[in-house]
């Protein structure tokens, strides 16, 4: 999978223009605020995905411009292939291969693309909500019948969650919760095993890559703490089992809080590095190897279940690494279409293969 030209028109800063970039490792540099992100965004914006920065649509539209369009040209599932979104004011329209689409959906597993920002820093900074959905995330692309499993496991512990806080103005409800129990329990159980067995295949991808992005001085291991005790994890029928037992032996308990005290809602990522918590005594450095790692890990991983190689996009990922960690980032990541952003010059020179790409005030020149 890769793109083999990419036309801008009323995006953000970016001039109108084309770029051709080369089947391998693609470096747009330049200093701050002159569009790098721009372009990463665009690539991303025609995989059928969301702004990875949280924009509107009408945030997208260049100043000066009423509307801004996108288009690709790639090659995928072994043919050449095209992607175009326009976005006008109140309006967006969408066509693979020249035909209109009814929404930008229609363009996911088209183009495949994995992504980096400095937000995603927060997959080891913030709480674990932030590690669990990018699991579920991951987990999707790969296993689409994952995201209504995962949307009747929410409407369930919401319904259950309301029942423990009206229950004690409501006695007569109690009767009610056996049967949320054993719903809950059944979904529970199938979201916990397929989230370890992903992250099991995560940690065999990205402890890979970092042992080569470290140059073999760090070893990352990433592990799925659940509040299902890992015994009981072994199949989906005692998995079920021991969270059902658990939630009717501690109904007092949960009734008091007023929420659901266990479950893959309450579950988190564990991320060292040689023993030690990542997010603890981590540097920034080994914080951002470590998110690097498991994003390439993704893209390895959604491979093996597509066939296909998704892009890799890297957003200013080069600050605050070492030159060893560059070095690997810029010429050891494989063969496959990598588009990576950089202010320094001199990271730039490190490029072994591949094709530079300048831009300044949104002016991009080859």
């Not at 010429?331 to 831009?359: H, M, P, W, Y």
Request: charged share 25%; aromatic share 6%.
């Amino acid at each position: 999978m890769r793109v083999t030209s990419l036309r801008f028109e009323g995006f953000r800063n970016l001039e109108n223009s084309e770029i051709r970039p080369c089947p391998g490792v693609n470096v747009i540099y330049g200093t701050n605020a002159q569009g790098k992100t721009n372009l990463v965004e665009a690539i991303w914006l025609l995989s059928g995905n969301r702004s990875f920065r949280g924009a509107k649509d009408s945030e997208l539209i260049g100043f000066g411009s009423d509307h801004a369009k996108l288009h690709a040209d790639f090659f995928s599932e072994g043919r050449e292939q095209s992607a175009e979104i326009v976005y006008a004011k109140g309006k967006k329209e969408i066509l693979l291969n020249g035909v209109n689409q009814p929404s930008t959906s229609a363009l996911l597993g088209r183009l495949c693309a994995v992504v980096f920002s400095p937000e995603h820093l927060s997959l080891v900074k913030s709480g674990p909500s932030e590690r669990r959905s990018f699991i579920d995330g991951a987990v999707c692309q790969i296993k689409p019948s994952f995201k209504e499993a995962l949307s009747e496991y929410k409407r369930t512990l919401a319904q259950r969650n309301t029942l423990l806080k009206d229950i004690p103005a409501h006695p007569e409800l109690a009767d009610t919760l056996d049967a949320w129990d054993i719903r809950l329990a059944s979904l529970g159980a199938g979201i916990v095993r397929i989230r370890m067995k992903y992250v099991e295949r995560l940690c065999e991808c990205a402890s890979r890559y970092h042992d080569g992005i470290s140059h073999g001085r760090e070893a990352l291991e990433i592990s799925y703490s659940s509040t299902i005790p890992k015994e009981y994890r072994a199949s989906a029928d005692s998995a079920r089992d021991y969270m059902l037992n658990y939630m009717q032996k501690n109904r007092r308990e949960d009734l008091s809080a007023g929420f659901t005290t266990i479950g893959p809602h309450r579950d988190d990522i564990d991320i060292t590095i040689n023993g030690g918590s990542v997010r603890t005594f981590g540097s920034q450095g080994q914080q951002r190897s470590c998110v690097l790692s498991m994003k390439i890990a993704e893209e390895e991983l959604i491979k093996l279940s597509v066939s296909e190689e998704p892009l890799v996009l890297l957003d200013d990922v080069l600050s605050e690494l070492d030159s060893t960690r560059q070095e690997f980032l810029l010429n050891e990541i494989g063969d496959r279409q990598v588009f990576i952003t950089c202010c320094e010059a001199a990271s730039v020179e490190r490029l072994k293969d591949g094709k530079l790409f300048k831009i300044n005030g949104g002016r991009i020149e080859a």
